[in-house]
């Protein structure tokens, strides 16, 4: 049985009417592109983080 839920609002999405990127499901394109672009933000913010404290230092 196919149950899916997105991840942006949590309502149920129904097979043949889904949306998939990154293996999720999503209800409407524009919850789809929101995810997209929050992963975006997440994945910038996480390689300033990774600039600013190199590996190798000590603790």
Do not use: L, N, W
């Amino acid at each position: 049985m196919f149950e899916k839920y997105c991840p942006m609002c949590g309502v149920e999405v129904k097979k043949g009417t889904e949306i998939k990127r990154f293996g999720k499901y999503f209800c409407s394109q524009d919850h789809a592109q929101q995810y997209v672009t929050r992963r975006d933000e997440e994945e910038q913010r996480m390689s300033e983080e990774r600039r600013r404290q190199p590996r190798g230092g000590s603790c």
